[in-house]
């Protein structure tokens, strides 16, 4: 990867797996301008992952859909949001657990909101009166 300041390469000086094991945070270090920057590689949800409306119609997977659903549960602040993504990577790492590239809508829904509820019964209880019914 080339550097986000002046475009020339850079070299990699430290590397961490992050906790789900599906994300690698990178420390870049650019030897001409010598600045520092963080990279971090994510698996892509969506092409893993195809979700199956009830009509039965497929969609990838998406990132943002459920850390959307997740923040709006939570009362959208702006101390949710850091919440909202350590929830929406417990979710996703939910529906990897089930080793399978098609999950219905509803089968989704319902990890979104165990997750919730274990962590804010209140906003377990939003979700489920705001998204549930669809
Ligand atoms: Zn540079």
Known sequence: MVCVYCKQ???VTNTRPRRTGWSIWRRRWCQKCQLSFTTLENMSVASAIAIK???GHLQPA???QIFI???KALGNTQKDIEEAEYLTLNV???LFKQQQAILTTSF???QIFETLNSYQTKAGQRYLLEEMDD
């Open 9 to 11: 390469p850079t070299k």
């Open 53 to 55: 409306s009830p009509q």
């Open 62 to 64: 998406n990132y943002s």
């Open 69 to 71: 659903s997740l923040y």
């Open 92 to 94: 996703i790492d939910k």
């Open 108 to 110: 989704v829904k319902q």
